[in-house]
């Protein structure tokens, strides 16, 4: 349907103008080769000159295409011109009054087609008048698409139930059982506290466990322990990676003031907006999100975000002292190479690698992360695909430079926002992007795998 609309298009010539058009009915025309027919018949009650892509109404009255564009932009109305009968649906160029007017006015038409083609004005209404009947189809496809979108509808309201019941059982505190240490300031911690947190540091720190326990110490001795003091007994820690690892992590408490987040739970009670921007952000527009945590937030999450993806060869056995300390660790060009490769092609794979490290620690979570980010480079291919094919490519940096407005915009947002939103939402938006986006990205890519061209 619309590859013959846009061929009407190319073929209507469009016209002149209704005076211009007068003044040519004066100029005599082809004869006709039958008597019986007069020009007459074949003339348009807009601009009474020879019909050009007549175009026929439900009314059954004919009229130019071009006269009718005109009358429709001018009127605001879907109406005869003539009798004022509404029209229904899209009016078509009638094809066998069109060949029939061809074959007998054929000079006329053809010199009206090129007045109508040279008229900017009568060009633009056409354009107009189709762009109308475009969008008339597309509403159309999509009232069929109606009982789908039912389902999609159904889907989403009980999903969103289902993400207010989860978030409000686990909220209750069910399963979100992080370690308090993450957010009681260094300062405050008992012995026992300090030797918990001693253990997180890796199997190795068991060797250092008695002396600690036996000195007793609490956080704030904790926050004065140097690397002399390690050194020397009762702590004795001779091995020099062992003593950096605990002087690295040791810093990174004395910054945070808190123990740092074990895992993405811990990660999210102690650092809760910063969590749900990342997660929002990652999922929309990856490569800006990765560019600021490069420029904002280098040493705490972008270099460990890089070593988890694009990890050195060489640097594997120290990390088992330490993982912060490696992560700390310059990047290699090897490694910065490999980073911006992924970075610019498929930045969704850096964000599954990472949650492919994190496997072991969130079985489900990260399975539901990579299926995710495999869903979104399929969808962020196919828009490539359209805009390749529908050689829009150009508008490609024009887009680019919107997105990146929005982004900032909407970053800012939140960010002025965020003091005001109550917990509870949070974590509806949290659970909700983090377990149940995955599923409307099913439907999605599912949707694009099918009707590639919408
Ligand atoms: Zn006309
Ligand atoms: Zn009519």
Same mark, same amino acid.
């Given at each position: 349907m619309l590859d013959q609309m846009d061929w009407d298009l190319l073929d209507e010539g469009l016209g002149a103008s209704v005076e211009e058009s007068l003044y040519f009915s004066g100029v005599p025309k082809s004869k006709p080769p039958t008597t019986d027919i007069s020009e007459h018949e074949f003339s348009c009650h807009c601009c009474y000159d020879i019909l050009v892509s007549p175009t026929t109404l439900t009314c059954g009255h004919n009229f130019c295409r071009h006269c009718l564009a005109l009358w429709w932009e001018s009127s605001h109305k879907n109406e005869c011109p003539e009798c004022r009968e509404k029209w229904e649906g899209f009016p078509k160029v009638n094809i066998l009054l069109r060949d029939a007017t061809d074959k007998l006015f054929g000079d006329v038409v053809r010199q009206r087609r090129a007045e109508i083609k040279n008229d900017p004005?009568?060009?633009?209404?056409?354009?107009?008048?189709?762009?109308?009947?475009?969008?008339?189809?597309?509403?159309?496809?999509?009232?069929?698409?109606?009982?789908?979108?039912?389902?999609?509808?159904?889907?989403?309201?009980?999903?969103?139930?289902?993400?207010?019941?989860?978030?409000?059982?686990?909220?209750?505190?069910?399963?979100?059982?992080?370690?308090?240490?993450?957010?009681?300031?260094?300062?405050?911690?008992?012995?026992?506290?300090?030797?918990?947190?001693?253990?997180?540091?890796?199997?190795?720190?068991?060797?250092?466990?008695?002396?600690?326990?036996?000195?007793?110490?609490?956080?704030?001795? $904790?926050?004065?322990? /140097? *690397?002399?003091? =390690?050194?020397?007994?009762?702590?004795?820690?001779?091995?020099? &990676? #062992?003593?950096?690892?605990?002087?690295?992590?040791?810093?990174?408490?004395?910054?945070?003031?808190?123990?740092?987040?074990?895992?993405?739970?811990?990660?999210?009670?102690?650092?809760?907006?910063?969590?749900?921007?990342?997660?929002?952000?990652?999922?929309?527009?990856?490569?800006?999100?990765?560019?600021?945590?490069? $420029?904002?937030?280098? /040493? *705490?999450?972008? =270099?460990?975000?890089?070593?988890?993806?694009?990890?050195?060869? &060489? #640097?594997?056995?120290?990390?088992?002292?330490?993982?912060?300390?490696?992560?700390?660790?310059?990047?290699?060009?090897?490694?910065?190479?490999?980073?911006?490769?992924?970075?610019?092609?498929?930045?969704?794979?850096?964000?599954?690698?990472?949650?492919?490290?994190?496997?072991?620690?969130?079985?489900?979570?990260?399975?539901?992360?990579i299926v995710n980010t495999m869903l979104l480079s399929v969808l962020e291919g196919c828009a490539l695909w359209r805009l390749w094919t529908g050689a829009a490519i150009r508008t490609l940096p024009r887009k680019m430079w919107n997105h990146l407005w929005k982004m900032i915009s909407q970053g800012f947002a939140f960010a002025l926002l965020w003091p005001f939103i109550p917990q509870f939402v949070c974590n509806c938006l949290f659970y909700w992007a983090l377990y149940f986006s995955p599923i409307i990205n099913i439907d999605l890519v599912v949707q694009q795998l099918m009707h590639p061209e919408t």
């Open positions: 004005k009568i060009t633009r209404s056409l354009l107009a008048f189709q762009r109308y009947g475009d969008n008339l189809g597309r509403t159309k496809t999509n009232q069929h698409k109606g009982a789908g979108f039912f389902f999609s509808g159904v889907l989403t309201a009980l999903s969103c139930v289902a993400v207010v019941v989860l978030v409000y059982h686990w909220s209750s505190g069910v399963v979100e059982q992080h370690d308090p240490l993450i957010s009681k300031p260094v300062s405050r911690w008992t012995p026992e506290e300090v030797l918990s947190w001693l253990e997180h540091l890796g199997p190795w720190a068991q060797l250092y466990r008695e002396p600690f326990q036996q000195e007793n110490v609490n956080g704030r001795l $904790l926050l004065m322990l /140097s *690397e002399e003091e =390690l050194l020397n007994p009762p702590y004795s820690i001779e091995n020099q &990676a #062992h003593r950096r690892a605990v002087l690295a992590e040791l810093d990174r408490v004395k910054t945070l003031g808190v123990k740092p987040p074990q895992n993405l739970w811990e990660y999210k009670a102690a650092n809760a907006g910063k969590s749900l921007f990342l997660l929002y952000a990652l999922k929309r527009s990856p490569r800006l999100t990765i560019f600021y945590l490069y $420029l904002f937030d280098y /040493s *705490e999450t972008f =270099l460990p975000f890089l070593h988890t993806c694009c990890p050195a060869i &060489a #640097h594997i056995e120290q990390s088992v002292e330490s993982s912060f300390l490696s992560s700390q660790l310059e990047p290699n060009w090897r490694q910065w190479a490999e980073f911006l490769v992924k970075y610019l092609l498929l930045p969704y794979q850096l964000i599954a690698e990472f949650a492919w490290d994190w496997l072991a620690t969130h079985y489900w979570t990260s399975r539901f992360i």
